[in-house]
């Protein structure tokens, strides 16, 4: 099958600077894209140059197969949804889902028949003689959606729409968004610096870092097997230690910190005995027991005391110092078992190699 | 608390009803009333409409009213065609200090007064002047041309005079305009017409309107500039108001012409309002 999107060597240069550097993706039809990285990245770079708002220095765009970079952006077979939404604030909602058709010269009793059926598919049925002002943030937003898809494009490019609203409202749009994009069957490629954004509605993820992609997979992929110290820092939050590594036994290997702590973690192909290393372990593997011997099965064992309890609901954490004097993230169960923890209490903490990711190069 | 907030208050009213009385509706309703008065003899006046029957008979009078009325709402065309494109270059294209250098531009000739700047015109478009010796030098004439003292010469100078008070509401509205929304219209399929016209004219609008009653308003009232770029057929109405006040002495029909601008601009800036849709609270506010 063809992919809707495809994205050959592409690389787009500000005079000395490399915005986008050598990044090929495919994207299949239908499917949820999200590119995620921190601002400055280049993410928005290249959504430009799939709209046609920029030119690539090279490299090439294809979409349906076809090369677009000879294609204005008004002709290209791309929408887009702005960051800040970009609706027309001189026309009613209407006459800014009608934009586009109006400019394909469609019959005017076809196009406000299209309007209604827009409306009614994001929900907003009878709004039409609205006024852009007159509605909420959310409301906007789905608007600015349906604005793009009466045009029915091969490919809807979304720039951080949600980046505008507020948190409870975000997180209700984020199940929208997926669904909206389930019931119009189009492919969205979507640009976020948000991770919980991209994790929650992505088929496929790719993580962008410095113009360069490090790592294109699903949510999980990302997650547990990230490619490179960048994706495990970036994705999810890490405590990190450097050091050497001492052993290699099979599947776990030995490292010795730069603080003197003894660390086993999961192997991988290209490190041995030596070899410097960086290892990344995430709050919420790490398990907190009142005694040692709770701790019995881990591969990796500490005690230590708490410095302070970051509360935050279901993700709260708690900070703890090692006998080295480091401190360490975990997370707090809300099983209620922790549930008198106090700054200066001494706590043991244990996670289990396989949780503990291992990439070479830490200097 | 509230009495002190009272006597802020009024001490803040105070200069502009001074301002507004004195310098405005008493001298109008003195006007008004030596309009409305006829010069029976020597120190006697009877109370009539004469002077407004005299000028609105007078073919010359008439004529030359409502050619003042249409020539500006030319030369307020003429400067909102001229500016659009400046403005929007200024507010939309140019970026950082080129944006605020050409902004300045506009403003320098403003430094020199207005005669200074009327004068400059004429040494450009005189017989002797600076573009008679051009065309002559490059062959294009064969003797000096006379290009002042016509109708053209008087709109160039009125645009000119006016150019200012269009670019400035017009870079500020086309400044306020996201430019994602006119990137939003080009990836929905506009083109560049359209573009301008469902998205940049509408929100300019204001701007657009605000810059049109000003500059109708000041060619409507300018005397300096048709009095001396223009020809013995360019007689402004303003030059028939100075003419009645200081020349003949007649104030009666002096201070009735001056009403019939009044009424003239009132009306004109009404209608123009009308015709865009917008009230004058919009507009200025």
């Not at chain 1, 409301?139 to 029915?152: D, F, Y």
Request: net charge negative.
């Amino acid at each position: 099958m063809t992919p809707d999107l495809e994205c050959a060597d592409l690389t787009k240069q500000f005079g000395e600077t490399t915005a986008v550097d050598n990044v090929s993706f495919t994207v299949p039809p239908g499917s949820f894209f999200s590119i995620l990285g921190p601002s400055g990245c280049g993410k928005t770079t290249i959504m430009r140059m799939i709209a046609g708002f920029l030119d690539p220095t090279s490299g090439d765009i294809c979409i349906k197969g076809k090369s677009v970079l000879d294609t204005p952006p008004n002709k290209r077979p791309v929408n887009m949804v702005f960051q800040h939404l970009a609706l027309f604030p001189m026309m009613t909602i209407a006459e800014n889902i009608g934009y586009g058709l109006r400019r394909q010269k469609i019959p005017k009793d076809q196009i406000s028949r299209k309007v209604d059926e827009a409306l009614d598919r994001i929900g907003l049925p009878g709004i039409g003689g609205r006024k852009v002002d007159e509605l909420s943030g959310g409301q906007k937003q789905r608007v600015a959606i349906a604005r793009c898809m009466v045009l029915e494009p091969d490919v809807l490019l979304l720039d951080e729409p949600l980046g505008a609203l507020d948190l409870k409202l975000r997180e209700h749009m984020k199940i929208e968004l997926k669904a909206l994009q389930a019931a119009f069957d189009t492919t969205f490629v979507y640009i976020t610096h948000d991770q919980s954004e991209a994790l929650v509605m992505s088929d496929q993820i790719s993580v962008m870092n410095a113009g360069r992609f490090e790592q294109v997979g699903t949510g999980q992929d990302l997650y547990y097997r990230p490619d490179t110290p960048f994706v495990a820092g970036f994705i999810g939050d890490a405590n990190r230690w450097k050091g050497r590594i001492e052993r290699v036994e099979g599947a776990v290997l030995e490292m010795r910190t730069e603080t003197g702590l003894a660390m086993r973690a999961t192997a991988s192909n290209d490190l041995s005995a030596g070899d410097m290393a960086e290892i990344f372990v995430r709050p919420e593997t790490i398990r907190l027991a009142a005694s040692a011997d709770a701790l019995a099965d881990f591969d990796n064992q500490l005690q230590g005391t708490v410095t302070s309890i970051l509360f935050n609901g279901a993700a709260s954490r708690v900070l703890v110092q090692d006998s080295v004097g480091e401190t360490l993230e975990v997370t707090l169960p809300q099983s209620g078992e922790f549930s008198g923890l106090h700054r200066g209490d001494t706590v043991h903490i244990g996670w289990g190699a396989a949780q503990a990711i291992c990439f070479g190069g830490g200097t | 608390m509230r009495s002190h907030a009272r006597i802020g208050f009024v001490l803040l009213l105070t200069p502009l009803v001074l301002w507004l009385g004195l310098l405005i509706v008493i001298p109008h309703i003195d006007m008004l009333l030596i309009s409305l008065r006829e010069r029976i003899s020597f120190g006697v006046y009877e109370t009539s409409a004469a002077q407004y029957q005299k000028a609105l008979t007078e073919p010359l009078y008439l004529r030359t009213f409502w050619r003042t009325a249409v020539m500006s709402v030319l030369a307020t065309g003429i400067t909102l065609l001229i500016a659009f494109p400046v403005a929007y270059y200024i507010a939309k294209m140019a970026k950082g200090r080129l944006q605020q250098v050409l902004f300045i531009l506009c403003l320098i000739p403003f430094y020199v007064s207005e005669l200074v700047r009327t004068f400059g015109w004429m040494i450009l478009l005189r017989e002797t002047g600076i573009v008679s010796n051009l065309l002559q030098w490059a062959g294009l004439a064969d003797q000096p041309v006379e290009m002042l003292y016509n109708d053209a010469a008087m709109m160039v100078g009125l645009v000119y005079t006016s150019m200012l008070f269009m670019m400035v509401p017009l870079v500020t509205t086309l400044e306020s305009l996201d430019d994602s929304v006119i990137e939003a219209g080009y990836d929905l399929g506009g083109g560049g017409f359209s573009v301008l016209r469902e998205i940049i004219i509408p929100h300019a609008m204001p701007g657009i309107v605000s810059g049109c009653i000003v500059v109708f308003m000041l060619s409507l009232g300018n005397y300096l500039t048709p009095t001396m770029l223009g020809g013995k057929d360019s007689l402004w109405f303003t030059e028939m108001i100075y003419n009645q006040f200081i020349v003949r002495s007649n104030w009666e029909l002096g201070a009735a012409f001056g009403f019939m601008l009044l009424v003239l601009s009132s009306v004109i800036v009404w209608g123009m309002l009308r015709l865009t849709g917008r009230t004058l609270q919009e507009t200025m506010g």
